[in-house]
């Protein structure tokens, strides 16, 4: 057999390579429908499973970071849609899907509800883009419709933070999954605009899930409330492969929570280099402009030197006009100055550091408080005690006995009870009677009775 040298000939991870290109770029986004068997979670998080039908099978791999999204924890014989893209691992020469995200058995037909009531929006004009609203671009007040526990409303809270810019973040907490959660999301759409004027901009927060998760915003009343709103309204629901209702029907659609925060929030820290390089570009143009009219007015002035004294009179007043631009300009500068300041200063003030510096010395001096309190208590019931006890010793038998008084009892023979001796008719000559002193006792026989 004849080799064609003019054939390219492959090494095995250049062919691999080129391969792992195609796909990848063919199956950039793909949903896949199988059953899951053999999964295994090793230490590191990751689920590694196999999806396969009747006739074939597919290695998965969904990564730890995802798998916080799932409705509920994967099992083999699981029925499934997964949601990812299409890789091959060189390694091995394995082909495999990398999920982002996994819709459980049922999806097909809430697929049908969704491109249904999408259509139907559509047609009533629900989407149109004459109806949306844009953005402020330095909003004062921004609600979060979410829930206050989700990890999207901590990654929307985390890029606002990090930009530091001076709004109000208010959060409308929500069920966002889960039967009447689209209708609970719509009331408190319609609360906002009622209750809560002065809102800027209404999110709609949400992390990402399967299908079935992310139904409430699939709904056709939350649609409706969202079309109706006053208030300009952000859907941020799901990640960037996730599309719902919500989405068509807002004034803005953002991929993550984290891109609506990006989007909504400047970064003040850009917007003052961006002001302190507009400053300096605006003086260097003005003393440019200033410096060519006044090459001008030389030139001019040497051309007509008859008329020095009208030239001067008119650079008398290009003078003036300069100082009152430049006046001007300086109090502009300083204005925005104080506001850079004011900023930096409610930035300030809102740090916790005072509050927690107040309620330190709050709880010493409860600790003081207290202190002192306990041992004036302790103090009082010691005085109590010793005014009880001199008291207690002022009426005891024992204080009787000891300024030498005596307790006389009759013992009876052979059932030893004593009985207490008050007059000497209970006795007769020759009993045995017993002495209590008050200290000691004494045992005595009567001999003679008086």
Not at 204 to 216: I, K, N, Q, T, V
Not at 373 to 380: G, H, P
Request: glycine letters at 6%; a positive charge.
């Amino acid at each position: 057999m004849l080799i064609d040298n003019k054939q390219q000939i492959y090494s095995v991870s250049t062919l691999t390579r080129e391969l792992k290109n195609l796909v990848e770029n063919k199956y950039r986004f793909i949903q896949v429908q199988g059953e899951i068997s053999n999964l295994k979670v090793p230490f590191s998080g990751h689920h590694y499973f196999t999806l396969k039908d009747d006739g074939a099978q597919l290695r998965g791999v969904l990564f730890k970071g995802q798998s916080r999204y799932l409705e509920k924890a994967l099992q083999d014989g699981q029925q499934v849609v997964c949601h990812g893209r299409i890789s091959i691992y060189e390694p091995r020469g394995d082909y495999q899907i990398i999920v982002d995200s996994i819709d459980f058995h049922g999806s097909g037909l809430l697929q049908l509800q969704f491109e249904k009531l999408k259509k139907l929006l559509q047609t009533e004009g629900l989407f149109s883009q004459e109806k949306k609203q844009p953005l402020p671009q330095f909003p004062k007040e921004v609600v979060l419709v979410t829930s206050a526990t989700g990890a999207a409303v901590h990654d929307f809270i985390s890029i606002w933070r990090k930009r530091a810019f001076p709004a109000v973040v208010k959060i409308y907490p929500v069920r966002v999954q889960g039967d009447g959660a689209a209708k609970e999301i719509a009331d408190a759409v319609k609360s906002v605009n009622r209750h809560l004027p002065a809102t800027d901009i209404i999110v709609l927060c949400r992390g990402g899930g399967s299908l079935e998760d992310l139904w409430a915003f699939n709904e056709e009343v939350l649609a409706r409330s969202i079309a109706a709103s006053a208030i300009p309204v952000v859907s941020a629901v799901g990640h960037e492969v996730d599309y719902t209702i919500s989405d068509f029907c807002s004034d803005v659609r953002a991929a993550t929570p984290t891109a609506a925060a990006e989007q909504i929030f400047p970064d003040i820290l850009k917007l003052q280099r961006q002001i302190a390089h507009l400053q300096e570009k605006m003086a260097y143009t003005v003393s440019d402009i200033l410096a060519e009219y006044q090459n001008r007015v030389r030139q001019n002035r040497r051309l007509l030197g008859d008329m020095n004294s009208l030239f001067t009179n008119i650079s008398l007043r290009l003078d003036h006009v300069t100082e009152n631009f430049l006046g001007a300009m300086q109090k502009t500068l300083g204005k925005r100055r104080s506001q850079c300041d004011e900023l930096s200063a409610r930035l300030h003030s809102l740090s916790p550091s005072a509050k927690v510096q107040i309620q330190n010395q709050r709880l010493t001096f409860a600790s003081e408080k207290l202190l002192y309190l306990m041992k004036q208590t302790l103090t009082d019931k010691a005085q109590s005690l010793g005014r009880q006890a001199a008291l207690l010793d002022a009426v005891s038998p024992l204080a009787t006995l000891a300024r030498g008084y005596s307790i006389v009892e009759k013992v009876t023979p052979g059932t030893g009870k004593s009985t207490l001796l008050r007059q000497s008719s209970q006795v007769k000559k020759g009993d045995s009677v017993a002495v209590r002193l008050h200290t000691g006792k004494l045992t005595c026989e009567v001999t003679e009775i008086q």
